[in-house]
């Protein structure tokens, strides 16, 4: 049911009450007054249908609220930060007032980012010959800078 059948459903009732108040046939005004009995029923459901869809449409709505400040927030965020590939190829995004040939003092995750979301990546263990770093919300790990070489000792030699 829907508000329009909310409307007519409200006209019948009124057209009920009119036969029961002039009609000087006692079983027509039985008759209406079953009627009206059975729809004033009907009334209080469709009441109970539009209470529980007003409940749900206001929950969506601060939800949507909700969604909206998120999003407000990310923009006002989004102007500090620009895209950035790290000196191991890592795609992130950095503060945007590090000078260019400074090494940010802290990236954040390119895939949350895309989400709406930012992420201040972290320092991880190191992986293969790489320093990591990596996101605490969606646990991506990203190569930040080559680890140094470190000269392979070799032995002295011996001697004869
Ligand atoms: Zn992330």
Do not use: W
Not at 48 to 61: F, G, N, V
């Amino acid at each position: 049911m829907d508000l329009i059948s909310s409307v007519t459903l409200t006209k019948q009732l009124f057209e009920l009450v009119n036969i029961i108040k002039d009609e000087r046939d006692q079983q027509k005004v039985k008759e209406a007054a079953g009627a009206l009995s059975e729809k004033i029923t009907t009334l209080q459901l469709l009441n109970s249908e539009i209470s529980s869809l007003y409940h749900s449409e206001k929950q969506r709505a601060m939800e949507i609220c909700e969604e909206n400040t998120k999003l407000k927030m990310f923009i006002s965020n989004i102007e500090h930060y620009t895209l950035h590939k790290t000196p191991a190829g890592s795609i992130t995004y950095k503060p945007q007032d590090t000078p260019e040939n400074e090494v940010p003092s802290y990236y954040v995750c390119a895939h949350c980012y895309q989400k709406t979301i930012i992420s201040i990546l972290q320092p991880s263990a190191d992986e293969f010959a790489f320093h990591m770093l990596y996101c605490p919300e969606c646990k991506n790990k990203f190569r930040s800078t080559p680890l140094p070489l470190v000269p392979k000792r070799i032995p002295p030699p011996r001697s004869p």
